[in-house]
């Protein structure tokens, strides 16, 4: 929200903003672990840092959402061959349950950041600019770059051969960009190029799976996917990442437009769900090798579905340990209770030596679900706004003037903006059906990630105990 409000962006743009990182991320995310298999992975690791830390600071000094987005882009390549490379190295060095607990050593620390990211970003956006929130990142980097360099040991997969798989990843980034295209702009307006967008985006992903088959050394090895646990796996990611992507990303805008939270506030809202999920992840990720994957992840998305029903359940008031934080609380033993588990249960169903192509394909399943799921969110929202906001335009007795300014300016309106120009006597009644219409939103796409959650924990009903 700061961010746009400096830009005076509309809701696509900031989508873009995310979905931009996201796309490129999601695309070369397999490339990534292939790569780092092939020439190295705490090679690949570094280099992805480097990337990502550059993106960083040329996002920091961007003058316009155009730059922006190009920058976030090139922070999502960077990420690309940053994050796969990260777990890889990792499940190279353990093995067994010692794997398990030190992928959830590595979902703790994670949830560090997680905790520490939102309060120091907001912290900056509110006091000084979110730009620092970008810069941030340089020093930070620069301490990765220097212990990895000193202290991880190179490992990769000594039967990777064969040339580099970029025809696929092109395939990947242009099919989830136009799919994304469509489906973001698409809440705005259904043009036949919209809807053109969408179909080619999905012809060019099928596109991408038959290349795939035929490809020497794929990005995508779907013999990975005879493994019936790597399968089901990747589909309970698919569901549960769609869900937390898609609701998740809208939080921020209703702790803030709505409830009227500053960014620092807005931030610290999460912490309970963190400092939960950091004090038991070590444990959780021990729990495979106890007693299996099934009783964790059918728990962990059965609780996740009734945390996304605890945000529906808010409405415009309310204080918040009445309202946001049985949620928040819900929701860090959902997610604590399958994360480390769900990890754990990816790596241990492919051999070491396709760590690397394993990680990637689940990463790049998890992001691509967020990717997707927040547009798809996104228009739920929409509709779900577009249907209050007009019942309340109805009933309301607006001037004639506010009531073609709602018509002329409902993107602005969806982004909680006031537009200017409208009468002072009609300035309260409507700012109240903006955050009732956003509200309804809201509660809208609650709904469908609680819906997406139970249907992962029915799915991990496959997995053996």
């Keep these: 929200p700061m961010m746009q409000r400096g830009f005076n962006a509309t809701s696509p743009q900031m989508q873009w903003v995310?979905?931009?990182?996201?796309?490129?991320?999601?695309?070369?995310?397999?490339?990534?672990?292939?790569?780092?298999?092939?020439?190295?992975?705490?090679?690949?690791?570094?280099?992805?840092?480097?990337?990502?830390?550059?993106?960083?600071?040329?996002?920091?000094?961007?003058?316009?959402?155009?730059?922006?987005?190009?920058?976030?882009?090139?922070?999502?390549?960077?990420?690309?061959?940053?994050?796969?490379?990260?777990?890889?190295?990792?499940?190279?060095?353990?093995?067994?349950?010692?794997?398990?607990?030190?992928?959830?050593?590595?979902?703790?620390?994670?949830?560090?950041?997680?905790?520490?990211?939102?309060?120091?970003?907001?912290?900056?956006?509110?006091?000084?600019?979110?730009?620092?929130?970008?810069?941030?990142?340089?020093?930070?980097?620069?301490?990765?770059?220097?212990?990895?360099?000193?202290?991880?040991?190179?490992?990769?997969?000594?039967?990777?051969?064969?040339?580099?798989?970029v025809a696929g990843s092109l395939l990947a980034v242009t099919g989830l960009g136009a799919l994304v295209y469509g489906l973001i702009e698409v809440q705005a307006r259904t043009t036949p190029a919209v809807i053109g967008a969408i179909v080619f985006g999905i012809a060019v992903l099928l596109v991408f799976v038959f290349a795939e088959m035929r490809a020497e050394s794929p990005i995508m090895p779907l013999a990975l996917f005879k493994s019936r646990r790597f399968s089901v796996a990747n589909l309970y990611t698919l569901l549960l990442y769609s869900a937390l992507g898609g609701s998740l990303y809208f939080v921020p805008f209703f702790l803030i437009n709505v409830h009227r939270y500053t960014p620092f506030e807005a931030g610290a809202a999460l912490l309970p769900m963190v400092l939960i999920s950091f004090s038991l992840s070590r444990f959780a990720g021990g729990l495979v090798a106890r007693i299996g994957p099934k009783i964790p992840l059918v728990f962990g998305a059965f609780v996740t579905a009734i945390a996304f029903l605890a945000y529906a359940r808010i409405g415009t008031g309310g204080t918040y340990w009445t309202t946001f934080f049985p949620a928040v609380a819900i929701l860090g033993i959902g997610v604590v209770s399958f994360v480390a588990p769900l990890t754990t249960t990816v790596m241990n169903s492919?051999?070491?030596?396709?760590?690397?192509?394993?990680?990637?394909?689940?990463?790049?399943?998890?992001?691509?679900?967020?990717?997707?799921?927040?547009?798809?969110?996104?228009?739920?929202?929409?509709?779900?706004?577009?249907?209050?906001?007009?019942?309340?335009?109805?009933?309301?007795?607006?001037?004639?003037?506010?009531?073609?300014?709602?018509?002329?300016?409902?993107?602005v309106l969806l982004s909680a903006h006031m537009p200017a120009g409208v009468p002072d006597a009609d300035r309260a009644r409507l700012s109240r059906a903006v955050d009732d219409s956003f509200t309804a939103g809201f509660r809208a796409a609650m709904l469908l990630g609680a819906a997406l959650c139970a249907a992962a924990a029915l799915c991990a009903f496959a997995f053996r105990s």
């Design 18 to 165: 995310v979905e931009g990182y996201a796309l490129f991320l999601s695309a070369f995310i397999l490339l990534g672990g292939a790569l780092g298999d092939k020439i190295g992975r705490r090679r690949v690791f570094v280099a992805g840092v480097v990337v990502f830390t550059a993106a960083s600071a040329a996002c920091a000094v961007a003058q316009t959402i155009p730059q922006l987005i190009l920058f976030r882009c090139a922070q999502g390549f960077g990420a690309a061959f940053l994050t796969p490379g990260s777990l890889s190295l990792i499940s190279a060095a353990y093995a067994g349950e010692a794997r398990g607990r030190a992928i959830g050593t590595w979902s703790a620390f994670s949830f560090i950041t997680t905790a520490i990211g939102p309060l120091l970003g907001g912290w900056l956006a509110q006091s000084l600019s979110w730009r620092y929130v970008f810069l941030i990142n340089l020093p930070l980097a620069a301490g990765v770059y220097l212990i990895s360099r000193a202290h991880i040991a190179e490992s990769r997969d000594p039967q990777a051969h064969g040339k580099l798989d």
């Design 350 to 411: 492919v051999s070491t030596a396709h760590a690397g192509a394993a990680s990637g394909i689940n990463n790049a399943v998890a992001r691509t679900a967020g990717l997707v799921a927040i547009a798809v969110f996104g228009i739920v929202l929409a509709y779900a706004f577009n249907a209050h906001f007009n019942r309340a335009m109805s009933a309301g007795h607006f001037t004639a003037a506010t009531q073609r300014m709602a018509v002329r300016s409902r993107g």
